[in-house]
């Protein structure tokens, strides 16, 4: 697939092209945006790939570390330092190639560095693909509070070769698939109904069906992101299984992958909010189906532990957080969690 998505009342545009082989375009794309001189930001797991993309664009490339680990102003600084001793300019491109941690940190680095250079994502997860790397939001994170200085600045350019999820762990290949399930739950049965006839195909690691769901995922995200860049109302819609998600991946410290902690926390949320029960069985349905897991661990369903991580949620207000549910499969209705109700909903 290959998409421009506008944004009203502006000049941005955003292109977005997805499917398998398709980094073999990223010459003539970046001709067509007028990119000569490109900077690949990759993180040091992802060396090979980066080199085998820079060579064909005679680019430099620039390091970072793996993962979370870069998301602070301190690697902003050294890398802005290395940009200015690679003679990198107002006219060069930054290309971020890697997962959900590294197109934050690129992007975040674009929109700062000479206070803004063009921006092209290349996501290299399935989380990356079909969510970080699509909607504009950028950023590192400070006094380990995660994403707490960024910014929202769309890419010109995203390009995802569904190839290079190949090497992804099958725990890392499932989570931008959670992710999808979660936006679709919300926003569109339609949708939710074509991901649901693609599950095992996805558990099986097809790149065909993984190139629909993302497909799907990048227009129900920027379908969102269209009309709410800012997140004063839809786009909050995005954090259904976020609110107990979040809490949860606070609490397992860890132990637990995002994308787990979302699949439990959609399950927990629908029954803490009291959505209809072929609600909730469609979507545990979903999730099991791709191999999520649809339980939380004994060890981390403490419901006072969780609800003190629940209650730190910026929305949160008197004891209640407020969170998205869907009622029926592809809309979703605003309902308060409170701490009696995360309880029930986990006993
Ligand atoms: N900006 C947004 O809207 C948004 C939305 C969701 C998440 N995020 C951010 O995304 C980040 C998580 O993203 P992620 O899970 O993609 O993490 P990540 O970038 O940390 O990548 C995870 C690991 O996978 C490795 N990796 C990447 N691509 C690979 C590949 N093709 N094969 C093998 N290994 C590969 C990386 O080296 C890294 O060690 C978080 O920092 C989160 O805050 C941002
Ligand atoms: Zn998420």
Same mark, same amino acid.
């Given at each position: ?29 970046? !001709? ?33 570390? #793996? ?61 990356? @693909?079909?969510? *970080? ?11 380990? !509070? =995660?994403?707490?200085?960024? #910014? ?52 099986? !690691? %097809? *790149? ?11 227009? @129900?995200? @920027? ?9 004063? %109302? ?16 606070? *609490? ?13 926390? @959609? ?7 009291? &959505? ?24 981390? &369903? %403490?419901?006072? !532990?969780?609800?003190?991580?629940? &209650?730190?949620? =910026?929305? *949160? ?25 995360? #309880?029930? #909903?986990?006993?």
């Amino acid at each position: 697939v290959d998409r421009r998505f506008d944004f009203p009342g502006r000049a941005a545009t955003t292109r977005i092209v997805v499917g398998p082989g398709v980094r073999t375009r990223l010459p003539e794309l970046l !001709r067509t945006l007028g990119a000569s001189d490109v900077v690949v930001v990759h993180d040091t797991a992802l060396a090979g790939l980066a080199a085998g993309l820079a060579a064909p664009l005679a680019a430099r490339t620039l390091a970072v570390p #793996a993962g979370e680990a870069a998301k602070d102003l301190r690697h902003v600084a050294d890398a802005a330092e290395q940009l200015r001793r690679l003679g990198a300019d107002r006219g060069t491109t930054l290309l971020g190639l890697g997962g959900g941690a590294l197109t934050d940190f690129a992007g975040f680095l674009a929109a700062v560095w000479l206070r803004g250079v063009r921006f092209v994502a290349c996501p290299t997860t399935t989380l990356a @693909m079909s969510d *970080a790397a699509i909607g504009g939001k950028n950023g590192v994170d400070l006094g380990g !509070r =995660k994403n707490e200085l960024g #910014a929202i600045r769309q890419p010109d350019l995203v390009v995802a070769d569904i190839d290079w999820l190949s090497t992804l762990p099958d725990a890392r290949w499932r989570e931008g698939f959670v992710e999808a399930i979660k936006m679709a739950a919300v926003l569109d049965a339609a949708a939710f109904a074509r991901l649901g006839a693609l599950l095992l195909r996805l558990a099986a !690691r %097809d *790149a065909a069906a993984a190139t629909t769901a993302i497909e799907l995922a990048v227009a @129900m995200k @920027m379908a969102v992101v269209a009309v709410d860049e800012h997140e004063r %109302d839809l786009r909050r819609w995005l954090n259904f299984g976020h609110t107990i998600g979040h809490a949860l991946e606070s *609490a397992a410290d860890g132990a637990l992958r995002h994308g787990e902690c979302v699949a439990i926390g @959609m399950l927990a949320e629908c029954r803490a909010a009291g &959505a209809p029960a072929v609600v909730t069985a469609a979507i545990e349905q979903a999730l099991g189906a791709l191999g999520a897991p649809t339980r939380c661990p004994p060890q981390f &369903a %403490d419901p006072e !532990r969780l609800w003190r991580f629940a &209650a730190m949620d =910026k929305k *949160a207000r008197s004891g209640e957080v407020p969170m998205i549910v869907p009622f029926e499969l592809g809309s979703g209705r605003l309902v308060p969690l409170t701490r009696d109700a995360l #309880a029930r #909903a986990l006993s």
